[in-house]
């Protein structure tokens, strides 16, 4: 069963920046999935295949990028002006959420 690998994650202060990495398999749109202890996870980001459609959650919009290189069959989320509330553990995932969900990776935003 597939299951994509996330990496990345880390702590940093309020207004830092981290880049998250996920290694998947085979041609599709991606999305990154964020979950806090007692929440739903929630849509974060999602490209199309090709690269050229991009969507994001509103909380996140202009703060964070998310990008592909279908070469190396990675995604990448690129977090910046990073505040507490983006705390939470990151997933990504085929956009219809279709695979198994991987370990994830911890972001903590200190303030």
């Known amino acids: 069963q597939v299951q994509p690998v996330e990496s990345g994650g880390g702590v940093v202060q309020a207004g830092g920046s981290l880049r998250l990495s996920c290694q998947y398999s085979g041609d599709y749109d991606m999305a990154w999935y964020r979950q806090t202890p007692g929440k739903e996870r929630e849509f974060v980001a999602a490209?199309?295949?090709?690269?050229?459609?991009?969507y994001y959650a509103d909380s996140v919009k202009g703060r964070f990028a998310i990008s592909r290189d279908n070469a190396k069959n990675m995604v990448y989320l690129q977090m910046n002006s990073l505040k507490s509330e983006d705390t939470a553990v990151y997933y990504c995932n085929k956009r219809d959420r279709s695979w198994s969900w991987g370990q994830g990776t911890q972001v903590t935003v200190s303030s």
């Open positions: 490209i199309s295949w090709s690269g050229h459609t991009t």
